[in-house]
C-alpha cells in the first residue's frame, strides 16, 4: 500500500472537489480525502493494482494540474 499527497491546482469549489475525488476512485484505491482549503488530495492505493501516474492522469484528465508532493509506502 501507498499514500500519496498530491498538489491539485484549478479547485475553486465543492463540485471541482468531487470532481477530483471521483476521478480518484477507482480499483485499487482505498481511501481520498480531497480538501478545497489546502488545494490537497490524500490518496491510499495498492501500487500492484493502480500507479500513481494513473491516478495524476486521472486528476488532469477532469481538468485540473496535478503535482506529487510526497508520498510513503505503508
Known amino acids: 500500500m501507498m499514500r500519496a499527497k498530491i498538489n491539485v491546482d484549478g479547485m475553486s469549489c ?3 472537489v468531487m470532481r477530483v475525488k ?3 476512485m477507482r480499483e485499487g ?3 481520498v480525502e480531497v480538501s ?3 488545494d490537497l488530495a490524500i ?3 495498492d501500487e500492484k493494482k493502480v ?3 494513473e491516478l ?3 486528476i488532469k484528465r477532469v ?3 496535478a503535482k506529487v508532493l510526497e508520498k510513503e509506502v505503508l
Open 14 to 16: 465543492g463540485h471541482c
Open 22 to 24: 471521483n476521478a480518484l
Open 29 to 31: 484505491v482505498v481511501n
Open 36 to 38: 478545497l482549503e489546502s
Open 43 to 45: 490518496v491510499e492505493f
Open 51 to 53: 500507479s500513481l501516474d
Open 56 to 58: 495524476i492522469e486521472g
Open 63 to 65: 481538468g485540473y494540474d
